[in-house]
């Protein structure tokens, strides 16, 4: 009778929160004071209500008694149903006063408002990230624990959030659900289509701000952006080499790990990067489609060309600071450099020799294979090195 009369004439002296009944009010004060008498036998889990006990044994027992009579779906507690009734209506009773979204259930409601407030009173304890969720914290987490708790069952790979799980699956899959209305092709992600269709658009919409360059995508920015701060937040645990690029870093183990998987199905040999192997592809076919305007010289590989370039302009932009000696390459400033420190990096595997250049090593490697490559037109003698058939030369012409 007092629920009817709306009479609730029992208080709570912490809070002010008012109930018709003493009892509902003694419940009550167990938020208050964190009392939880009713164990659990089975996990030792406790809970203020003996309802609350009632409904955990379920998840023991398996037992769902409540049934969704749509979609045949069923549930331990009487609330998840109706909770889960919503998804058939469409019900959403919740609204934001702020910017008027509506929410089916008010756990929904009260998670948006953060994003209105700012709210995060969720800290890790580690390196004191603030989040507004619990949920975002316990997932944060796992980037200090290094958790992975998502295994694929086809090729045993884990990961810490389920939705990195999910996007690994469609590898497995092949599943493309996200096709281009333009060229048709397909995608496994949304946001992958959304990207692609940039291709189309010709849509730059990320510039930078210190040399006007426009990107696609944000993330292309962001790394365009580290070759103005020089920053390189990647770190070699082995040696202690920075990069600018994750990709970087990871191709660089490489040379640590010694991984080749990458093979040649002509000769066999083997590389650490498919970009090495599809340059040395080209040593079999013999395409050179990189052309020197200047003398028609071809070459292989873009790079080549570039330092071909640097013959016809004179041009040496890498400057020794010891000797001021100058070089067309970076890698002869490199090598030229050894001839200061002493340090001689490049061994024989042969016979143990060691060299301050490489050039110094390929043009050594010559007296364990017996390579003469060059020949005197004049009588045919052949010779190891360009210098001494250039002496040899002077046999003939009496110079």
């Known amino acids: 009778m007092q629920s009817n009369m709306e009479e609730k004439p029992y208080s709570c002296e912490v809070c002010g929160c008012s109930f018709p009944c003493k009892s509902s009010l003694l419940r009550h004060m167990k938020t208050h004071t964190g009392e939880k008498p009713h164990s659990c036998e089975l996990c030792c889990s406790s809970f203020a209500r ?18 969704c009579e749509v979609c045949g779906s069923s549930f331990a507690c009487k609330s998840s149903l109706l909770r889960h009734m919503k998804t058939h209506t469409g019900e959403k009773p919740h609204s934001c ?12 409601l009260l998670s948006h408002m953060k994003t209105h407030t700012g709210d995060k009173p969720h800290s890790c304890e580690v390196c004191g990230s603030a989040f507004a969720w619990k949920s975002t914290l316990l997932s944060h987490m796992r980037t200090h624990t290094g958790e992975k708790p998502h295994s694929c069952k086809e090729c045993g790979s884990s990961f810490a959030w389920k939705s990195a799980f999910l996007y690994h699956m469609k590898i497995h899959t092949g599943e493309k659900t996200h096709s281009c209305d333009v060229c048709g092709s397909s995608f496994a992600q949304k946001s992958h289509l959304f990207s692609h269709v940039k291709i189309h658009t010709g849509e730059k919409p990320h510039s930078c701000e210190v040399c006007g360059s426009s990107f ?3 993330s292309s920015l962001s790394s365009h952006m580290k070759t103005h701060t020089g920053e390189k937040p990647h770190s070699c645990i082995v040696c202690g080499s920075s990069f600018a690029h994750k990709s970087h870093l990871l191709s660089h183990m490489k040379t640590h790990t010694g991984e080749k998987p990458y093979s040649c199905e002509v000769c066999g040999s083997s590389f650490a990067w498919m970009s090495s192997l599809l340059s040395h592809i080209k040593i079999h076919t013999g395409e050179k489609p990189h052309t020197c305007e200047v003398c028609g010289s071809s070459f292989a590989h873009k790079s080549q060309l570039f330092s071909h370039m640097k013959t016809h302009t004179g041009e040496k932009p890498h400057s ?4 001021g000696s ?4 970076k890698s002869n400033l490199l090598d030229h450099m050894n001839t200061h420190t002493g340090k001689k990096p490049h061994s024989c595997e042969v016979c143990g020799s060691y060299f301050a250049r490489k050039s110094n090593l390929f043009s050594h490697m010559k007296t364990h294979t017996g390579e003469k490559p060059y020949s005197c037109e004049v009588c045919g003698s052949s010779f190891a090195w360009k210098s001494t058939l250039l002496h040899h030369m002077k046999t003939h012409t009496g110079d």
């Open 50 to 67: 003996k309802s609350h006990l009632w409904n955990h044994m379920k998840t023991h027992t398996g037992e769902k008694p409540y049934s």
């Open 97 to 108: 006063e702020v910017c008027c979204s509506s929410f089916a259930q008010k756990s929904q």
């Open 326 to 329: 100058s070089f067309a390459r």
């Open 216 to 218: 696609s995508w944000k």
């Open 320 to 323: 020794c600071e010891i000797c």
